[in-house]
């Protein structure tokens, strides 16, 4: 074998890891001039935004934060938190945003299995974050992002202002932690997922690509930024020179008003909140039309109906916490222009094809471990390799090596093969409720009706709903002699769980079971879809 | 330092090399019934090139190429070698595409240099092939595209039907070589430009996003292949599943006709073709615009001017062989739309800034090490550094350290930077001339004319021209009694050199030397200017 081709090693002027930092870096030279954010009157150009991130990383560097230690969110998205996708890496920290959904308990639990070494907070959702530090074993430092608390440890805005002496240059190792996203998964307590800095890199630049981004695109911040950084969207958006807009709330008439006011070209959010747009728009079309990225669920054909009527270009994609986000799109052929409305509405909402920058998604039989004929009848599993593929999960080895038996990531959902190529989910092998784009673990319901002292077997699977996709749906056995009373139920769940976990059906029946005793949960949920 | 987040190492789940190899891979099933190729009525979808590549491969690996071997391709732009863009890096060996236009000499130097092992040739430029052969010490196997020939080992149709047992996979380090690039530089023998797969898959990627390529684009091959790989172009066109046209020659007539037939979005040409497109244009508009990358040379303001209103949208780029094509881009701010022509032409024209998988660009003082100031005076040398900069020069350790010296590839172009970030070129240091694209070492000129007995002294310089942004123009000193006839002296490079390196100019003339008896070359360069 020749050999003389492997004499050089890498040197600095050839080998830079991939981080989404270098994107921040040209972003804030090659677009200085440009708006980067807008909020509440406030607007900031790249050359700003650089220079506050170099701010924010070294203050952040002068409260402990290095390389591995972990940094907090606890806000709906700002500009601080767009921010922070940049700075917090720049320390080489690992940056944590916390569903601000979430209870106080398991809001408790992120901060102690994260380690946090401190939580930014916006005032807006300072009271959770109390009630959770009350809670938790570790005691992070707390910055307001609001910067009008009184009990902080400082306020975001004063670590803006820190003279800067970190910049922006990424980490030498690319296979270094960036982010750490808890997912509800299958078992009741979160797991913490974590990105590195390739990963986030090849994200980004796959997106541009896959999304077939412009230059200096408008984009309307509505995904929040806790669910899988926001798609990888803040990273991307350096890439592109691209003006970010948040609101304060997520409601439609912001949202509506914000893709009028900054000509929104771009927006990610999840179908439910398409379908308030659609309930809430004045009927006049947006020209040219606004690209959206939609996931968490298939948008129903009535929701692309709508959203094409009001000149929004929908793009249905498919991904996990695990895979960073979306990793496969129903991609659009020309040819399909011509189908009828029905299947093109079909079509749109199928899981689709590889996004990129992803090596391979494949539907494959896991007995055989072959893929699945392309009939659109057989199922397998979604199976995923690639770049974008978590390192794993922080602290739990048993549950990354199940991840990801034989060399692939596997999804949990079921799907078939149709012969154009396009994956379609028929169902979910994992026990996962997905509602409004939120994951909702049965068992973290399932554990809290147990400890109802009237319910003697409890089973909680996804109900089809036509506004959230799904919502949970709670079959109980009652001990003998209790009252079936579902309003106390549904009551008492939501002392302990977050509005989205909540059962919103309580079904008070003999539940199925196989001999040895494991509930069929296939049969409920054949069930709830009926009732 | 906490190290909780480095107990994870890369599985095949969440790791695999970049390789442009996945983008066909990807392509092969995500694109399978778009076209891909099309050349003198054959047109082949990426599902037949995927299989074609796989045939190939495995063809190639029959005749003993595997990781580390060289395959080198002296051809024009066929779907042949665009296939071979994918196939030799499957085998893992490395593809060295050779520049149709030089000499025999030249072809017979880059063959043994590289230690070829087959030589792939177009029936169309056999010959040349042939006379190199003679020269040359080593004896590749010679596979012939057009499969018309009687003495080759093998035909291309014939590899492209082995059976496959090798598949789109790329290597196991992403630094593996994945071509061979011979550039003219300061010193009369061409360099070998190694690239890696990690460094084209980059490449392709990032040109996504800064030339803003959208799904399906129809491309016509028009660039070499043999400049860089094309300008990593063939890559790209797997990432967004384009269709890629190959006229049978270069010309005007060929080009635009296919423009039409094809209906082409996007092409990329240096701007002596544009130029040539324009004097040919029939007054037509093309609507939509075409898209057309141009490098080499600044569009000067004419050729702009005539594009433009033949519905073209040109986007100059800029980089070196070294820098695997383009790292910069005069990127177009929308602002600018309101700028008079004069002034848009000139900002057209400029260098301008990193391209986004590019990780810094910089105009630096080489004497303290600095960036000039952007006040569009102070010049600098360009420098560049990032992932899509070469691994090295093949077998040239010293070359490759001088090149990059201090962690930066020095480019030898002197360049300034405006207020607004956008670098503009002023001065070349190195001792190059670029003419029609092409570059051409002003040593070999030199070298060349001192073997004719007249010639005293020889020093070659670059003379500004209309047609092809630089000639080559030779000042004389002759030998006591010799005649100044620059026909012959012309026609004698000519015999010895290929026509884009012959002086188009020849000047008899006292030749201006330091008082160590080196050569003025900047006095050379401006009387060539003026004269």
Known sequence: MRTDFEAYSPTEANFVPLSPVSFLARAADVYANRTATVFEG???????????V?????????????????????????????????????????????????????????????????VIVDARVRPVLDAA??????????????????????????????????FLTGPADEWQAITLNYTSGTSGKPKGVIYHHRGAY?????????????????YLSVVPLFHCNGWGHPWMMAIMGGKVTFTHSPDAASILA?????????????????????ENSDQTRFDPPV??????????????????????????????????????QALWERDW???????????????????????????????????????????????????????????????TEDAFEGGWFWSGDAA????????????????????????????????VLYRHPDVATAAVVAKPDVKWGEVPCAFIELREGADPDAGALIAFCRSHLAGFKTPKHIIFTEIPKTATGKVQKFLLRALAKEG
């Open 416 to 447: 078939v093969v149709h012969p154009d190529g396009h994956m379609q989910i028929r169902d979910r092998l994992k026990d996962v409720i997905i509602s409004g784009g939120e994951n909702v673990s049965s068992v973290e319901v399932e554990a």
């Open 337 to 399: 222009d011509s189908l009828d409305a029905s299947t093109q509405a079909d079509y749109r909402a199928r899981q689709g094809v590889a996004f990129p920058m992803v090596e391979n998604v494949a539907v494959i039989n896991r007995d055989t471990g072959q893929p699945v004929p392309r009939d659109g009848i057989t199922q397998g599993e979604i199976a995923i390799r690639g770049n974008t593929v978590m390192k794993g999960y922080l602290g739990n080895t048993s549950a």
């Open 42 to 52: 406030t607007r900031r150009s790249w050359a700003e935004v650089g220079a506050r």
């Open 133 to 166: 530090l009350k809670m938790a074993d570790s005691q992070p430092d707390v910055v307001e992002i609001a910067n009008v608390g009184s009990a902080v440890s400082c306020g975001y805005e004063t670590l803006a202002m820190t003279p800067a002496d970190l």
């Open 258 to 278: 914000a893709i009028k006011d900054e000509q929104v070209t771009h927006f990610g959010a999840a179908p439910v909140i398409l379908q308030m747009l659609a």
């Open 54 to 118: 170099q701010s924010v990383a070294t203050g952040l560097r002068g409260m402990g934060v290095d390389t591995g230690e972990v940094v907090a969110v606890f806000a709906p998205n700002s500009p601080a938190v767009f921010e922070l996708h940049f700075a917090v890496p720049v320390t080489g920290g690992v940056l944590c945003t916390i569903n601000t959904r979430l209870e106080p308990e398991t809001v408790a639990y992120i901060l102690d299995h994260s380690a946090a070494k401190v």
């Open 291 to 328: 690209q959206a990225m939609t996931a968490g669920a298939p948008p129903p054909p009535a929701v692309l109906e709508k959203t094409a009527a009001m000149g929004m270009d929908v793009m249905h994609v498919y991904g996990l916490t695990e895979t960073y986000g979306h990793i496969s």
């Open 202 to 218: 090849l994200m980004a630049l796959g997106t541009v690509a896959g999304w077939q981004v412009p230059q200096a695109p408008s």
